[in-house]
């Protein structure tokens, strides 16, 4: 099995190069990353400028390195079609310092990366630590061999598409696994304006998350000490909605016609 890694942290994160390393004693791995943290750039893909990427030192021996000028969907975007001459089996992203839980997920670089691979027919898996300071990584990166395994066993459909999140806890502090929903964690978004000394600006800032932790999704399984494993999907269709927006269309359409 040959396995791209990538992340949004950045080429030099210690989370990619723990996995790199947990992934080289049982897999060929290839890592393109970018050259600097891209966090929250969800799927982003760079149209409107060129990419540039170069071949790096891996901190790992034996690896193909490259970092890449652009966001992670740009790495797997490159990897799947320039930077590699081999057929990839799986996508692995991370390992992401911080949750990426229940709404994070539309605006993760680390699943967007994940979503590349899915989108192209690969298994995909992204993975996270719940913790933005002194992280546990060895307990995904172990996490992340036994899934290759699993994957390359094909116990797992082909068209998988994971995003796991695991408390900030040594192996022996964990206290199981769900599999789990996306939950619901909002941000109280503030804005804060400043001068450059020619024109206003405007920053983002993003306030502490409210979650909401019911029963069966991924915030409830973090709450837990439990690894939570959320299987995703690119098709955003509402099925709660069709119904009732195909009983409205004959009038939808009717006022569109006679105001």
């Known amino acids: 099995m040959r396995i791209l890694v990538t992340n949004?942290?950045?080429?030099?994160?210690?989370?990619?190069?723990?996995?790199?390393?947990?992934?080289?004693?049982?897999?060929?791995?290839?890592?393109?990353?970018?050259?600097?943290?891209q966090s929250a750039?969800?799927?982003?893909?760079?149209?409107?400028?060129?990419?540039?990427?170069?071949?790096?030192?891996?901190?790992v021996k034996g690896v193909k390195s490259y970092c890449v000028e652009g966001t992670p969907a740009d790495c797997v975007i490159l990897a799947l079609r320039n930077l590699n001459d081999s057929e990839i089996?799986?996508?692995?992203?991370?390992?992401?310092?911080?949750?990426?839980?229940?709404?994070?997920?539309?605006?993760?670089?680390?699943?967007?990366?994940?979503?590349?691979?899915?989108?192209?027919?690969?298994?995909?898996?992204?993975?996270s630590v719940a913790s933005l300071e002194d992280v546990h990584f060895d307990a995904a990166a172990?996490?992340?061999?036994?899934?290759?395994?699993?994957?390359?066993?094909?116990?797992?459909?082909?068209?998988?598409?994971?995003?796991?999140?695991?408390?900030?806890?040594?192996?022996?502090?964990?206290?199981g696994m769900e599999i789990t929903q996306l939950g619901r964690r909002s941000y109280s978004d503030e804005i804060k304006e400043g001068h450059d000394g020619k024109r206003k600006y405007y920053w983002i800032v993003r306030g502490k998350p409210e979650w909401q932790p019911k029963e069966g999704t991924d915030?409830?399984?973090?709450?837990?000490?439990?690894?939570?494993?959320?299987?995703?999907h690119s098709d955003l269709t509402s099925q709660q909605a069709l119904s009732p927006l195909k009983e409205l269309s004959p009038t939808i359409l009717h006022d569109l016609f006679i105001p």
């Open 219 to 232: 915030i409830w399984a973090l709450l837990k000490d439990k690894i939570s494993i959320t299987p995703l």
């Open 89 to 127: 089996d799986l996508v692995l992203s991370g390992i992401n310092e911080g949750a990426n839980l229940g709404d994070d997920v539309l605006i993760s670089g680390t699943v967007g990366a994940a979503l590349q691979g899915h989108l192209n027919g690969i298994p995909s898996v992204a993975l």
């Open 142 to 175: 172990r996490l992340a061999v036994v899934l290759v395994r699993k994957i390359g066993a094909e116990a797992l459909p082909k068209d998988i598409f994971l995003n796991v999140n695991l408390p900030n806890l040594p192996l022996d502090q964990i206290r």
């Open 8 to 37: 949004d942290d950045g080429i030099y994160a210690r989370g990619l190069w723990t996995l790199v390393g947990a992934l080289k004693e049982v897999s060929e791995v290839v890592v393109v990353a970018p050259d600097r943290e």
């Open 41 to 59: 750039v969800g799927s982003s893909v760079t149209l409107h400028q060129p990419l540039r990427a170069r071949e790096i030192t891996p901190p």
